[in-house]
């Protein structure tokens, strides 16, 4: 299926590894010029080369610093130039017990997953609108659909930033600007591999077997994988998904239990 996206240009952001990086490569394979940022330069430059090496003929800029500050947003909005396609991520806030977080972890939780999507949103909402062409796709998580107890702040930044842009996206769907947001489950990503491992040492399982364990309960009998989240990305970023907007796509391989 021809996406109907190539030439356009896309800033995605936290996109060195994990499912940025696969929502990166995806839009590269579609003819997409991309410019990726990431905190950590070496990785980031890696990385833009693998993307480079998968689609010979693409743009792919880098800018290494903290996307969830005014000076990381603007490097990254000054180096990216028109864009067409904003693909929002930052890293989720720490586990823990909300009695433990003071006003600083909050403003911190809500500052990288809540306010940084929306101010890149307000950065670049009305050159798409003059164009008359526009996609944003908000990398949230699975618990904005059910609320992952030990993630509170996750829960409450991430809930916000989708109550927001679920008013939004109907504002802007007439100039032909769609707003979604993608929320995943367990993904086999280094943040997930460092939590099992971590869970592993805890309850004394070897690690291959906690693995196995936790993959087996989730329906499809395993964890997702960067490449196949960023394809679904790339849909909804299309000239296909043009109908398609204030929706949470959810990608858990059937482990939320809801009908609805």
């Known amino acids: 299926m021809d996406l109907g996206i190539k030439g356009r240009n896309a800033l995605v952001c936290a996109a060195s590894k994990g499912l940025g990086y696969g929502c990166a490569l995806a839009l590269a394979k579609e003819g997409v010029d991309i410019t990726i940022t990431a905190r950590g330069k070496d990785v980031l430059e890696e990385t833009a ?27 990254a909005l000054g180096i990216a130039g028109k864009v067409d396609i904003l693909v929002n991520n930052a ?5 823990g017990d909300f009695r433990d977080w ?3 972890a909050w403003i911190k939780a809500l500052d990288a997953n809540m306010l940084t999507p929306i101010e890149l949103i307000k950065a670049t909402l009305d ?21 992952i107890g030990i993630l509170g702040l996750s829960n409450g930044a991430r809930s916000g930033l989708t109550g927001f842009v679920a008013g939004l996206a109907r504002q802007v769907a007439p100039q032909g600007v769609t707003i979604n947001g993608l929320l995943p489950g367990r993904f086999l990503t280094d943040r997930l591999k460092t939590t099992i491992g971590a869970q592993s040492k805890k309850s004394g399982d070897e690690l291959q077997a906690e693995f196995a364990r936790q993959a087996a309960t989730i329906p499809a009998g395993r964890f997702g994988t960067a490449e196949e989240f960023g394809e679904v990305c790339a849909f909804l970023c299309s000239e296909r998904a043009a109908y398609m907007t204030g929706q949470n796509v959810l990608l858990d391989g059937g482990a939320y239990p809801g009908t609805y």
């Open 49 to 75: 080369a693998r993307i480079r090496a998968a689609a010979p003929g693409v743009s792919v800029k880098t800018v290494a610093g903290d996307i969830t500050t005014a000076q990381g947003r603007a490097d």
């Open 91 to 95: 890293g989720g806030p720490p586990p």
């Open 102 to 104: 003071d006003r600083d």
């Open 127 to 147: 050159g798409m609108i003059a164009q008359k062409w526009g996609r944003v796709v908000n990398i949230t998580s699975s618990s904005v659909k059910a609320p």
